[in-house]
């Protein structure tokens, strides 16, 4: 795990951190290219209610933006979580070089996890992908996301249910 890798990474975990205060799934990315950071974004997917609005989509919009191309040879794409189909396909489109995830994505994951689409050699591109830097810290982070969200969810249905249970005794009592 060379320290560059890590170093960009923790730029991209204060990314997913910015998705975390809005109630985003936490993940974070940020294009690299030679050794400086030419964009950065984070899950926008519930803000937007946009099903594109992932981190990576978004990371390469702006560095396409930046570098007046949608070519991004030469570029490292960081990011917390492993893509997905969707986030691959447009990387390999993006002609990014290299791909630095934190953690792994046992449902959606194209990176190695369900498929590895980034180093598949039917494309015309290919993509060097290093897997697990910083695996734990991103990890945790989108563990202790969810297991928030499944205790947030299970405490609105006990208030809907309390709730309908009232509504069901008043109009009993109406009666």
Same mark, same amino acid.
């Given at each position: 795990?060379?320290?560059?890798?890590?170093?960009?990474?923790?730029? /991209?975990?204060?990314?997913?951190?910015?998705?975390?205060?809005?109630? &985003?799934? =936490?993940? #974070?990315?940020?294009?690299?290219?030679?050794?400086?950071?030419?964009?950065?974004? $984070?899950?926008?997917? &519930?803000?937007?209610?946009? /099903?594109?609005?992932? /981190?990576?989509?978004?990371?390469?919009?702006?560095?396409?933006?930046?570098?007046?191309?949608?070519?991004?040879?030469?570029?490292?794409? $960081?990011?917390?979580?492993?893509?997905? =189909?969707? %986030? *691959?396909?447009?990387?390999?489109?993006?002609?990014?070089?290299?791909?630095? $995830?934190?953690?792994?994505?046992?449902?959606?994951? %194209?990176? #190695?996890?369900?498929?590895?689409?980034?180093?598949?050699?039917?494309?015309?591109?290919? %993509?060097?992908?290093?897997?697990?830097?910083?695996?734990?810290? %991103?990890? *945790?982070?989108?563990?202790?996301?969810?297991?928030?969200?499944?205790?947030?969810?299970?405490?609105?249905?006990?208030?809907?249910?309390?709730?309908? /249970?009232?509504?069901?005794?008043?109009?009993?009592?109406?009666?």
């Amino acid at each position: 795990m060379s320290e560059r890798d890590q170093y960009w990474m923790t730029q /991209a975990i204060e990314e997913a951190k910015k998705a975390l205060a809005l109630n &985003e799934v =936490p993940i #974070g990315a940020i294009i690299v290219k030679e050794d400086q950071m030419i964009s950065s974004a $984070y899950n926008l997917r &519930e803000t937007t209610q946009n /099903a594109v609005t992932h /981190a990576e989509l978004l990371a390469i919009q702006k560095a396409c933006e930046a570098e007046g191309s949608w070519r991004l040879e030469g570029a490292t794409l $960081y990011v917390t979580l492993e893509p997905c =189909p969707m %986030c *691959s396909g447009a990387i390999l489109l993006s002609r990014v070089d290299r791909v630095v $995830y934190g953690a792994p994505d046992p449902k959606a994951g %194209c990176a #190695g996890s369900l498929m590895n689409l980034l180093e598949d050699d039917r494309f015309n591109h290919r %993509c060097e992908v290093v897997p697990d830097i910083l695996r734990e810290e %991103c990890g *945790s982070m989108l563990s202790s996301f969810f297991k928030e969200l499944r205790l947030r969810k299970k405490e609105q249905k006990k208030l809907r249910t309390a709730g309908e /249970a009232e509504d069901r005794q008043s109009l009993l009592s109406e009666d």
